[in-house]
């Protein structure tokens, strides 16, 4: 398996626009966690998925912020209207039944200027 | 509720020395307990996990870890490093069932000097 692949890589985008991330979890895994790095915050947990439903959102900063997962190997991260503040690098990661550790992928760097 | 809590933010240790990285949790139930390690630009990989059973744990690249129950610790600790060791290193802590979400602590920046 190739991993948990996210898409865009970086993304570079202005003040107000939409941003729309990526991610395939590994084939076969349930469970799908969104995840904030930021210098200042850390590792922040935004949303969890659990058989496409979600589970906790209770992390997703703001109403600006939205996560879908329409079918077991795509979800996305929506930001609308980004702002300067949402600059991060932003992870995806899978869990499977018989898992205990979550599979990260290579995240995507967000920069809003 | 679950958090982290990692003592040191940066460390840095030169290149054969021992070193230790602390980490202490909080959380009202049985957890499972994780190594992470992170390189520039790249995303998170397991080092090393405890879920039951021996309170020690090892990886393939020489690191380990002792779960301490009562000190509510799983400091990672490695005797002699190496320049490859260089990164960041995070803490979790995560449940099973409907509660397999990941909470990490803040990082701790191991820098090994020549």
């Known amino acids: 398996d190739a991993g948990v692949i996210q898409s865009p890589r970086h993304e570079v985008t202005e003040m107000g626009q939409e941003v729309t991330l990526r991610c395939k979890p590994i084939s076969g895994h349930n469970s799908l966690f969104w995840y904030r790095q930021t210098m200042m915050r850390g590792l922040e947990l935004l949303i969890y998925?659990?058989?496409?439903?979600?589970?906790?959102d209770s992390g997703m900063p703001e109403d600006r912020f939205s996560a879908k997962m329409p079918n077991a190997s795509f979800s996305t991260l929506k930001i609308q209207p980004s702002e300067p503040r949402d600059s991060a690098v932003y992870f995806c990661a899978s869990i499977g039944d018989t898992n205990t550790e979550a599979f990260f992928g290579q995240g995507t760097r967000l920069t809003v200027v | 509720a679950q958090s982290v809590t990692q003592l040191d933010s940066q460390v840095p240790v030169f290149e054969e020395a021992p070193v230790e990285l602390r980490c202490n949790y909080s959380?009202?139930?049985?957890?499972?307990l994780f190594w992470y390690v992170q390189y520039p630009n790249q995303g998170l990989q397991l080092l090393l996990k405890?879920?039951?059973?021996?309170?020690l744990v090892e990886s393939i690249n020489g690191f380990e870890a002792e779960f301490n129950k009562s000190q509510t610790s799983f400091h990672l600790r490695k005797p002699s490093v190496h320049i490859s060791d260089t990164a960041e290193y995070f803490c979790a802590v995560g449940g099973s069932g409907s509660a397999r979400q990941l909470t990490f602590g803040s990082g701790t920046q191991l820098t090994v000097l020549p």
């Open positions: 959380s009202s139930v049985s957890v499972y």
């Open positions: 405890y879920l039951s059973g021996s309170t």
């Open positions: 998925f659990n058989n496409n439903v979600p589970i906790d």
